[in-house]
């Protein structure tokens, strides 16, 4: 079935650095991604939709500046959180829709970032 | 939001079936049900969906009612590795997935 590959699946960072997360698919193109973040013990809170070659969708209550999103290519998005503090520290998530598939959204494997 | 209704947790005896219901009072008539499942730490995995027809495949099926307001993941036998958080979420014409709080499996040897 289709993958989605995150990149790094883990990250420790110190407070005020920049962390960039890699979101590909590997063998369907995407015009189409999201991104969930996921707080311990809770379920995925969609962030944003990240659309192949325009301006990412925020949802209500999402900073845009602080999270920025680049989705340059049909099969991969960024996620840059931008001086990061700890309450940033999360499990952030992406995943792709593959529309020429059987309408199934595929999830990466998520990354974990650590901000002390 | 999509909203979907799931008790926060149920229990199975490994191999016996388990049903894992779900109410979407709100659905339109183009949502889609869409179920996940998800291990700790990891990504949500597909399991199955259907717009109003029940559906099977070979990890489960799906049992929609025929007002759609409610549906039912029915995973055959249970082993422990179905043991998860099960999603059930509605998709919208923008193909955005709303997650809710999900269904916690125990499975018991």
């Known amino acids: 079935g289709a993958v989605v590959s995150q990149h790094p699946s883990w990250v420790i960072c110190k407070s005020g650095t920049s962390v960039k997360i890699e979101c590909r698919s590997l063998?369907?193109?995407?015009?189409?991604m999201f991104w969930y973040r996921q707080f311990p013990k809770q379920s995925l809170m969609l962030m944003a939709t990240s659309n192949e070659g325009s301006k990412a969708t925020y949802e209500q209550g999402v900073e845009k500046d602080k999270f920025l999103i680049n989705h340059a290519s049909l099969t991969l998005s960024t996620l840059t959180v931008t001086s990061a503090h700890p309450e940033d520290s999360s499990f952030y998530i992406c995943?792709?829709?593959?529309?020429?598939?059987?309408?199934?959204?595929?999830f990466g494997e998520g990354s974990r970032l650590t901000v002390l | 939001d999509a909203k979907t209704t799931q008790p926060n947790s149920m229990e199975s005896n490994e191999e016996e079936p388990v049903h894992l219901p779900c109410n979407h009072s709100t659905i339109s008539g183009t949502d889609y049900i869409h179920w996940y499942r998800q291990l700790p730490s990891q990504g949500p995995e597909y399991v199955i969906h259907g717009l109003t027809s029940n559906v099977n495949n070979r990890m489960a099926s799906l049992a929609i009612a025929e007002d759609r307001k409610s549906s039912t993941l029915i995973l055959h036998r249970a082993t422990l590795r179905d043991a998860a958080v099960y999603y059930c979420i509605l998709r919208r014409a923008g193909n955005q997935f709303y997650f809710g709080t999900g269904t916690s499996l125990t499975v018991i040897p």
């Open positions: 063998d369907f193109q995407a015009t189409t």
């Open positions: 995943s792709a829709w593959d529309r020429g598939g059987a309408g199934e959204l595929f």
